[in-house]
């Protein structure tokens, strides 16, 4: 049976399945046996303040059983299998999930603007769900991200950040707690812009230093509140340090590299990420791939090299609902991803650039002998005056 137990709790000879609150980013990748009082001080010292044990294996094991089961880490790892859910069932599902979650941030939005508070089970409850359709097909929500709306983005950017990072947590091959975390932090880490005026926070123009300096401070905002509603450490760590960098040229606090963990880091990339492809009120969206060209240009001292490699492995250059010319002319939308060559998805044509027109609808898998066409770039909707949510809508999730 398992229970939770806070730290001053333990006792040599409990199984430890997980940490399950913490004031910092304590994160276990094993279970097993507290061996010693040693063992205790250290998760004190890391501010692990509640874990979870399995009293069924706490007591009477061998030393034998507690080391084979203390060494296995790969139980509560992602399957790989990949997309194991046809993305036809999981797309009406996402579809329903995501504007469920978009009228949640909404009026949680509104009621903590009101009263000061907020209900975290609904939240931890929301990234479970999103957490659960990632794993049963990633594209499904993916595709979600792609569609656009420039009046709702400081709804929708907390939605597609935390999409987009437990995809990349997947990728990784992440264990589901740590997962289920990062989904959290995502739904969570701009919090603090409720206590930013409207007058700042939807300003078309350029903002006044005073107005930037007011805007930097939804980082230390979205902390407090965090804390105040007794939210997991990592995920208010992430919500305070988002937008530092490895140069020190980030804030509140001007961290350094080596004072920035894997988490944070990985959440600085998405958070960029989306922001740069998001439409808004003053500018289009940006290509993924022109997106990672200027963050790669960015450098080092910016992002993470290796993580940034990694999450455009996990998000792919042509991922679904991505728009793209064909050397034929053609524009199309990717229909279906190919992960054992990510240049040549299932696309399908719709439109014409050459002839500025809407043709006959064909379905191309470019990884086929068959087929001579090829992508020549990814295109932006905008600019051939496409709504890319009608042919997200009509081609993808109504097929």
Known sequence: ????????????????????KSQRSAIMTSEGIIKSTGNIAHLKKLRVLEVEIDTSRSEGQSSHDVTAE???ENMDKFSEVVNATPLARELPVAKKMYAKAREFQRTTFDRLKREGTFNAKEFEALALEFLDSITRNSDALLCMTKMQNKDAY???HSLNVSILLTIFAKHLNFNSDIALRLTLAGLLHDMGKVRISDDILLKNGKLTKSEYEEIKNHTV?????LEKADIDGLVVQI???HHERLSGGGYPHGLLAHQLNQYVRMTCIVDVFD???AERVYKPAMTAHHAFKLMKKAGPEQFDDALLNEFIKAVGLFSIGTLVMMASQKIAVVTKTNFEDPLKPTVT????????RHIEVETLDLSSKKVSDSIEKAVNPSDFDIDINTVIDKLIVTQ
């Open 239 to 241: 919500a305070l340090e």
């Open 154 to 156: 400081l709804l929708e």
């Open 70 to 72: 203390a060494t296995i």
């Open 221 to 225: 905002y979205g902390a407090e509140i």
């Open 349 to 356: 044509i719709f439109y014409n650039a050459k002839y500025k």
């Open 275 to 277: 922001a740069m492809t």
């Open 1 to 20: 049976m398992k229970k939770l137990v806070g730290v001053n709790e333990l006792e040599v000879g409990m199984y430890v399945t997980r940490v399950t």
